[in-house]
């Protein structure tokens, strides 16, 4: 079941970058961030941050399931390349996701945890 727009989804990674693929890493963020920024308003959030360690932590958020969805798809040919240059350590998935969701995204590395409590302001 998709959620609203009142109830975003946050996707949470941290990766490493495979040795000798930096720039098919760079490649892949090159085509993807120009598209998000421009075509897709219901990406509501995309940063990318990384460590001296060589670790990085990718924050995604997305109005509902539908727009995560959209996104992978717009973005499908950066993703190829994302997913060859990088090693997954972590996925975490905050909010409500349908069985479709986890078909195509769910593995070993991710895990879903939907809303216990929240303060909003």
């Given amino acids: 079941m998709a959620m609203s727009s009142s109830n ?6 941290r990766f490493r ?9 760079q490649k892949a963020i090159d085509y993807i961030l120009p598209i998000t920024e421009a075509k897709e308003p219901y990406v509501l959030e995309y940063n990318i941050y990384n460590n001296i360690e060589g670790v990085f932590t990718q924050h995604e958020r997305y109005a509902d399931e539908a727009a995560l969805h959209r996104h992978m798809e717009l973005t499908a040919q950066g993703q190829q390349d994302w ?3 990088i090693e997954l350590e972590d996925v975490v998935v905050l909010g409500e996701m349908s069985d479709k969701f986890w078909s ?3 593995g070993p590395h991710a895990h879903g945890f939907q809303e216990f409590r929240r303060v909003a302001r």
């Fill in 83 to 85: 997913a060859e240059a």
């Fill in 104 to 106: 195509l995204y769910g």
């Fill in 8 to 13: 975003p989804i946050d996707v949470v990674f």
């Fill in 17 to 25: 970058v495979k040795p000798g693929k930096q720039e098919q890493y």
